[in-house]
């Protein structure tokens, strides 16, 4: 992939993309459509109920569409450790065989006589068997699937654990038909006080430029908040992004987090949408739960003026990650 210069990323993620129509009631006689997607992450899809926050984003914003959404969560895991813990099985659900769900069971079960203090392959033999004992229920065809990376994207490349991981998974949803969204964390760049200079772009576009490639390999489109974050750094660099006492991404990030996820998983504009809270799950001293990790409150409601930043932000960092991919 040819490397964009850095100003040139800086104008493009300035550009001002045209209003994309999103708003429109259903007629009477329009059936609501369904969409399933399944998250594949640890917290950085847990925390703030994020898939429920989409949720609501893309029935506001396409009243038409019913999501429903199913998260498969392991915290602190990347994509290695859920193929290890067979997390594919949720994937392939629609096809899955009970037969399969025992051979997933059997080889976590060998996990854990191993080393008895996986705690990841006991809950994961608890989730196999939930899976098998609803088999009959839980037979989805999933229409988008979000893949979260964390720190095994940081290195970049063809050599990074989600460059090896992500085309396993994305190869088991493009068989069902379905839409694979890479959700690019950024958990080394995220600011937890206000900025007084600009921020350091260079290793932010190299990683872009890595899952850019990565995207391309395996038909997918991307969540790309590594370049979402620089932007509202570069734009509102009065707002924090991560809490204080807790390495996590705090409400603003989560906001727009789910705003480039709508644009990713619909190729839809979510300025206008009027969701205007984020609410985080963990609180103070896990003791207050009118309190976030940082003491202030844990239901953060943004401003018309931060939300419509929010979201035009979010929406300019995916439009500028489709340009660098059209390169």
Known sequence: MRRLPLCVLLVLLAI???????????????AAKTLNVLFIGNSYTARHNLADVVKAMVEEGQPSVK?????VIYGGRRLADHW???????IRSSTL?????????KDLEVQLRQDPRDKYAKYAV?????????YDTTRTRWDVVVLQSYRDDVEGGPSSLY?????????????????????????TTQNDKPLTGMPDAEPVIEKAEAIAALADKIDAEVAPMSLVALECQRQRPDLTLRFVNDAHLNQTMAYLTACTLYAAILDADPRGLKLDSITDIRYWQNKDRTKDRDNLPIKKVFSDQD????QRIAWEGYQAMKQMREQ
């Not at 001002?16 to 999103?22: A, C, G, L, V």
């Not at 290890?84 to 949720?90: E, T």
């Not at 608890?126 to 609803?134: G, I, P, S, T």
Request: avoid cysteine; aromatic fraction near 6%.
């Open 16 to 30: 001002e993309s045209p209003r994309q129509f999103h708003g429109a009631e259903p007629s009477t006689q329009e």
């Open 97 to 105: 065989t009970a037969d399969q769900i025992n051979a997933t069971i």
């Open 67 to 71: 999501l429903e959404a199913k998260t």
């Open 84 to 90: 290890r813990l067979g997390s594919q099985n949720f």
């Open 307 to 310: 939300r419509a930043d929010l």
């Open 163 to 187: 460059a090896q991981y992500a085309p396993k998974f994305a190869e088991l949803v493009h068989a069902q038909g379905g839409k694979v969204v890479l959700y690019e964390t950024t958990p």
């Open 126 to 134: 608890e989730r196999q068997r939930k899976l098998l004992n609803d």
